[in-house]
């Protein structure tokens, strides 16, 4: 089991800044592939950017992800906000050939 609790998310104006930051517990490791995910209302949820033991990619421009492994702490800096960006941002992990999600934090970029 996995529990993974997003915090960060906020409201900002367009043109800011947000680092989102995911708590990872339990059977969770280095090794694991995690990520981040959003849904905007009315559109399915989309890869973000995501983290694996070979490395990162970021899928989305102005997004960086990263990783503290001593704290099982993902992280998504965003910057350059976008009103675009308005959506509810999910972090998942896999382990052992299954996908968890948390809760997810609600970003909202006003214009």
């Known amino acids: 089991q996995v529990q993974l609790v997003e915090s960060g998310g906020g409201l900002v104006q367009a043109g800011g800044s947000l680092r989102l930051s995911c708590a990872a517990s339990?059977?969770?490791?280095?090794?694991?592939?995690m990520g981040w995910y959003r849904q905007a209302p009315g559109k399915q949820r989309e890869l973000v950017a995501v983290?694996?033991?070979a490395g990162s990619t970021n899928y989305a421009d102005r997004f960086t992800i990263s990783r503290d492994n001593a704290k099982n702490t993902l992280y998504l800096q965003m910057n350059s906000l976008k009103p675009e960006d308005t959506a509810v941002y999910y972090c998942s992990a896999v382990s052992r050939w299954r996908t968890y999600w948390g809760q997810g934090t609600q970003v909202t970029v006003s214009s």
């Open positions: 339990g059977s969770i490791s280095k090794d694991n592939t």
């Open positions: 983290s694996t033991s």
